[in-house]
Each structure stands twice: as C-alpha cells, then as structure tokens.
C-alpha cells in the first residue's frame, strides 16, 4: 500500500484528500505539529537516560555545581569501575541474570502448560480456576513479603537467590496471557488431528502447541524478563549489600552507601544498560506484546 | 469462526475415526489379529491420559501460584491477628484485632493513607491523559512509527529503583537541573525533598515518566481495534476532528479507559520503590514530616525498621481491602457501561 502510494503521488494526493475529508481517523497522514509533539513527547522520553550518562561521566563535586552539566565529562569509565566494585554490581548483574533468567524460562513455560489447558482442553472446574487466575492477578507483593520472610527465617535462606527466584516462578498474568493467545492461535483440528493420529498429550504439547505458541512465548518470556530484572520490594527485604540483585545493589547506592553522586549515577546507568540493550534489540516485539496483551486482556 | 471450521474439518475426520474416539479403540475395530488386551490397555492409557494432562498441564502453574501467592495472602491475615516482632519471629501470641485498632488510632497510618491517595491522583491523573494524547498522536500513519512507539516505552526499561536515584539528583535543591531550568523562567528554588506539595509532586513525575508511554501503547491497541466505518459515519454526519475524538474514539475506548485506571490504582496503592529512594538516607520514614510517607512504604518501615511484622500485616490487609473496594466500584461501572450501551 505504501509503495503503490509512493510511485503514483497523484493517487496518493487525492487519497488523502478524499481522507481528509472523511476523517477516518486511522489513516490520517500525521501533520508537522504531531511530529513537533511527538518529539517532544520523546525527548521527554530520552533526556533523563541521556543526562543519567552525561553525569556518570562527571564529578561528584562537578554535579552539585550550578548550571548542571549538560555535556559528557571524561569520568565515565572510571565511575562505572567504581560502581562495580564499590556496590558490587558485577555480582549484582550476575545475580540478577541468573534470577531473571529462571524466572522467565520457568514462567513461561508453565504459562504455557497451563495457558494450552485453560484455552483448549475441557477438565473439571476449569472455569472456576480461570476466574481465580484472573482474579488474582492483581494482588499487591505486599500481602505475601511478610509470610516469605517467616519462611526464610525458618528456612535459613536469607541472602540467597532461591528465595528470591522461588515465589516468582509463574504469574497469573503470564497464564492468562498465554490462554488468550492460544484460544485463537492454535487451530482445535490440529489438536484433534494429532490425536486421530494416536499422539499422547505431552507429545500434543511438544509438536503442536510449543510450535504455534512460540511468538507468544517470545514476548512473554521479554516482558518477564523485564519484570523479574527491575523487581524491587521482596528482593529488598529478603537480600543485603552481601548479595545482592541490581535493583538492591541500585537501593544501597540510594541510601548513601557510597555517597558519590556520579559513582551512584554510573551504577544507575550500569543497571539498566542490560535492558537497554533489549530494548534496542526487541523493542518492536516487547511493544508489539504490549498491544497484544491490551487487547485481549 | 472456530466452530466453522471444526464443521468443515469434522467430515474429512469422521471417515476414519469420530473425532475424540481414542486411535486403539478405532483399530481394534478393525483389526481383529491384535490381542484384545493390549487394545484395552491402549485406550484405557488413551482416556486416562485425556482425563488427567489438563491437569498435569495446570498443575506447575496453581502450585507454585497457590504456595507463594494465595497462601501468603491467607498467612498475612493471620499473622495480622498477632504480636509478631522481629526479633523474636518464634514468639508469636494472639493479637485479636489489637494491630488494627493500633492502626485506626494511629496518625501515621491516617497520613500514609492520605499521601498514598493524593500521589496517586496526581500521579494517575495526568499520566492517563498524557497517554491518551500520545496514543491520538501515534494512531497517525507516521514515518518510522515503530521507532517512535520503542522510544515512548524507554521509561518503561529503566527500573523503579535507577529511575529515582536520576530524579532525586534531578530534583535536588542546590544545583539541580529542574531548579535550574526553573530559574529561568523566575521560579525561585523549590526545595522538593522537604516540601509537602513539592515532594509529592517530584515523586509522581517518577511514577508519571515511567508509565506514560506504556499506557499510550495500551490505548494505541485500542485506537486500532475502533472500525473505521464509525469515524466514516461520523465525518458525514458533519463531525470535525476533535468532535470525532470526543464522540467515536473516546466512547469506544472506555472499557480499556476503565481498565487502565483499575490498574493505576492497583500501581498507586502499592507505591514503594519511588519514596522509599526518594528519601535518600531517611528512607522508610518518607521525608523528614513524613510527607511522602505512602502506605507501601510505611508498611515496610513498620515490619523491617521498626520491627513489628503483625502491624505490618495489618497494612498490607488494608491494602488489599482498598483494592477490594476498588474492585467493588470497578464492578459496577463496568455494569452500568454495559447496560447504557
């Protein structure tokens, strides 16, 4: 549609005319003003990541100066150096990727399982457990942090990532989302025609369900990731500076345990690169899993 | 659309097998040279294992849920009934309903709930409206659209925790950007830490720059699934632009609208990350006259500073009973829409 409107601009002009005139909405062409919003819209966007960069590369002393500096200085290498060793954010990052990483994988696939039985399958009391999932999903981790804390007590856990990574295993948001997905993804003749063809219900899953739920999975298993990597209150409570995720060695930096302002920015810039980086590489499929959930949820 | 296609599958199925007959049985039928007994086996494997893989396939799920979702939430509210402190975990003794009659009694708790209240309002507020603009603005045929869309959810990648640590030092009273930038246009410096207005409002600008691209995205989707033919329909009943907006879009969009503010408020009520960094050193206690002292955050400085896990407990239970009011109010508009619809 856009190549045809490009090669025929007589065509095109009249398009959007007649469009113009309709309104449609949807199809309107954006005017310079909405680029000249959007933009501004987007700087507002950038410039704390940007300025966040611009003062990791500074001083300490050079920060509390007024005008604050809006150009990159030349300590940004040795701030993150600092970050690194003075807040322990190299056990951090890696702490952090291993918790993340189970928690997605785990997610996901049992958001799966459970996704595929809830869209597809018929058992007993199904709706009811639907109902629950959904109803649940919105439950505040303050109503669960103070019973993990008794039963790492209890369990002389304190300080190790099990007991960050365990109470994350799955969420209801991750079931549900799977089983909108499927409910229309996945073709219930499929489904019957495998198990014409004698194939076992775990075989089903394997060949057939993994195969049609993969995009889902995918931005599932992002948007998880993103959670479980900037997930803040329990791994507060449950871990200390001795071993820490990002996000606890970030809320030291906070609360003043190293009291340099362009060391504390570097840490903060350091923090969230990994995501960053995601961003820049799946940023279309994280956006796109967005919409996908809105709609259907 | 399923149902038909099922309808057009089944014939081509049922020449050989009716759909849901197990695959032994079928064969059995037919061929007579096969042991009755494997066959019986076979398709008392066959329905058994129809029978039991949904919940096989469940099962991860609502255990794992159930043991560190719905029976904390079970656990909390007993522990609300008890004196659990800290320092002695293994002595816990009936409590009654002492811990939230400490909490109606107690001024704290009364100015959490208030804080809590008016962050999330003008956090909330201009937030869904912001994005409402910004989904308007991405729901245009634009160059590079997926490039714009990455961007606005930027905020989105940056965590709770590295998001504060940038805005405190851009809200600091002495040589801070938003000070600075202030200046000139004749604003003299707000001291954002310490003012009640000023603090409040630095801590909503966090909650506002994280979430506002996000919940565009949420109504883009929207925006997208609204047909054409109503805005049609509309333009040649006279309708201009911003009549089309106020009449076709944003009735249209009212259940996702509805959705995205139960949400917020489900993000407000919980609000922690933002003042417990915020405060810096102070941390838990919100501010030097606790004026940005949320309920999240007065809950964790009750339980883990001061100690006193019962009382904790009991806030995070009012917690869920605002939630449960909120889910109430939610019900019934969603109701009312349906019916005036």
């Known amino acids: 549609m856009t190549t045809s409107e490009l090669t025929l601009p007589a065509a095109k002009a009249t398009k959007v005319k007649r469009r113009r005139v309709m309104g449609a909405g949807k199809q309107l062409h954006a005017g310079p003003v909405t ?9 507002v966007s950038l410039a704390p ?28 290498f040795k701030n993150m150096q600092a970050a690194w060793d003075q807040a322990g954010l190299g056990t951090a990052m890696f702490n952090s990727v291993i918790v ?30 639907l109902l629950l999932t959904i109803g649940t999903m919105m439950i505040p981790p303050q109503l669960a942090v103070v019973p993990l804390y ?31 997905y499927l409910v229309q993804a996945l073709p219930s003749e499929l489904i019957e025609a495998a198990r014409v063809d004698g194939a076992s219900s775990i075989r089903i899953v394997w060949h057939v369900v993994f195969p049609a739920a993969r995009p889902a999975m995918a931005v599932l298993g992002l948007l998880t990731f993103v959670f479980a990597w900037n997930d803040f209150l329990w791994p507060i409570i449950a871990l200390n500076q001795q071993n820490p995720t990002v996000q606890v060695a970030l809320n030291s930096l906070g609360t003043g345990y190293v009291p340099d302002q362009a060391v504390i920015m570097a840490g903060a810039l350091l923090g969230t690169l990994p995501l960053l980086i995601a961003f820049l590489l799946f940023g279309k499929q994280i956006v796109g899993g967005i919409m996908q959930g809105a709609i259907k949820g | 659309m399923t149902s038909s296609k099922q309808a057009l599958a089944h014939p081509a199925s049922s020449a050989e097998a009716a759909p849901g007959t197990p695959p032994g049985a079928a064969r059995g039928a037919h061929g007579r040279g096969t042991p009755a007994g494997t066959d019986s086996w076979r398709s008392r494997l066959y329905r058994w294992d129809m029978k039991a893989s949904p919940y096989a396939f469940v099962a991860p799920f609502f255990v794992l849920f159930g043991a560190f979702t719905l029976v904390p939430l079970l ?19 009936w409590a009654g309903l002492d811990n939230y009659r400490n909490l109606l009694s107690s001024d704290f708790f009364w100015n959490a709930l208030k804080n809590t209240f008016t962050i999330g309002l003008i956090s909330t507020v201009p937030q869904l409206l912001a994005a409402l603009g910004l989904a308007h603005l991405l729901n245009y045929r634009l160059r590079g659209s997926t490039v714009w869309r990455v961007v606005m959810l930027t905020p989105y990648a940056t965590s709770v925790a590295a998001a504060t640590l940038v805005f405190t030092l851009l ?71 911003w009549q089309q907006f106020r009449h076709v879009t944003i009735p249209q ?89």
């Open chain 2, 253 to 341: 969009l009212r259940p996702t609208i509805l959705f995205t503010i139960v949400v917020s408020t489900i993000g407000a009520t919980q609000l922690f990350g933002e003042v417990l960094l915020f405060g810096g050193v102070s941390g838990s206690k919100g501010g030097s006259e606790h004026q940005y002292q949320t309920l999240g955050l007065y809950m964790y400085d009750q339980g883990w500073i001061i100690g006193n896990l019962g009382k904790a407990s009991a806030i995070a239970w009012s917690m869920f009973l605002i939630l449960l009011i909120v889910a109430a109010v939610n019900l019934l508009l969603t109701r009312r829409l349906r019916k005036s619809q």
């Open chain 1, 35 to 43: 680029y000249v919003v959007l933009t501004i819209f987007a700087l």
């Open chain 1, 100 to 129: 993340a990483g189970t928690i997605t994988v785990s997610t996901v696939l049992f958001a799966t399982l459970a996704g595929f039985a809830f869209a597809k399958l018929r058992f007993r009391f199904s709706g009811l457990l």
């Open chain 2, 171 to 241: 809200y600091s009273w002495d040589g801070g950007m938003i000070n600075w930038i202030l200046h000139f246009v004749g604003v003299d410096p707000v001291n954002w830490r310490e003012s009640d207005w000023g603090s409040q409002f630095a801590v909503s600008s966090i909650v506002i720059w994280r979430w506002t691209g996000y919940n565009a995205l949420i109504y883009l989707a929207a925006m997208q699934a609204i047909p054409t033919d109503l805005y049609e329909s509309a333009a040649l009943d006279g309708a201009n632009r």
């Open chain 2, 75 to 93: 656990y909390t509210a007993w522990y609300s009934l008890h004196n659990v402190q800290l320092s002695a975990l293994d002595h816990q003794t």
């Open chain 1, 49 to 76: 990541l940007v300025w966040t960069a611009i003062a990791a590369s500074r001083t300490d002393r050079r920060l509390a100066q007024t005008p604050p500096p809006l150009w990159f200085g030349g300590n940004l």
């Open chain 1, 150 to 180: 008794l039963w790492m007590s209890n369990f002389g856990w304190s300080n190790q990532l099990q007991t960050v990574i365990l109470p994350s295993l799955v969420t209801a948001f991750g079931t549900f989302f799977m089983r909108q």
